[in-house]
Nanobody
Framework: QVQLVESGGGLVQAGGSLRLSCAASGRTFSSRGMGWFRQAPGKERESVASISWNGGSTYYADSVKGRFAISRDNAKNTVYLQMDSLKPEDTAVYYC???????????????????WGQGTQVTVSS
């Protein structure tokens, strides 16, 4: 059974940092693009960042450019999201996801992703 398990969320003050991890089990995703999405209360889920299967290309939402960094370790079947200079508006449930297509690049479209984690809460206090 395929599982994506996020960790690293929590409560942090504005200006602080968190590092999210998403470990996949049940199959290897080293040949697929991966991404992070988030959903704040009362809002639609939105793309935050994504990374190609080999880590060679990345995508960032404008709201997080320069503050967040996505990376992956294919040997560990894990994707990371380093979040620095956090703002209260970054508060959301963060989800990791894996692309449907093998040998895929980055994407900001939810429909390109077929496997999803359960989410981890990130709360940034002002």
């Amino acid at each position: 059974q395929v599982q994506l398990v996020e960790s690293g969320g929590g409560l942090v003050q504005a200006g602080g940092s968190l590092r999210l991890s998403c470990a996949a089990s049940g199959r290897t995703f080293s040949s697929r693009g991966m991404g992070w999405f988030r959903q704040a209360p009362g809002k639609e889920r939105e793309s935050v960042a994504s990374i190609s299967w080999n880590g060679g290309s990345t995508y960032y939402a404008d709201s997080v450019k320069g503050r967040f960094a996505i990376s992956r370790d294919n040997a560990k079947n894990t994707v990371y999201l380093q979040m620095d200079s956090l703002k209260p508006e970054d508060t959301a449930v963060y989800y990791c996801a894996v692309r449907n297509t093998p040998w895929s690049g980055e994407s900001s479209s939810e429909t390109d992703f077929g496997w999803w984690g359960q989410g981890t809460q990130v709360t940034v206090s002002s």
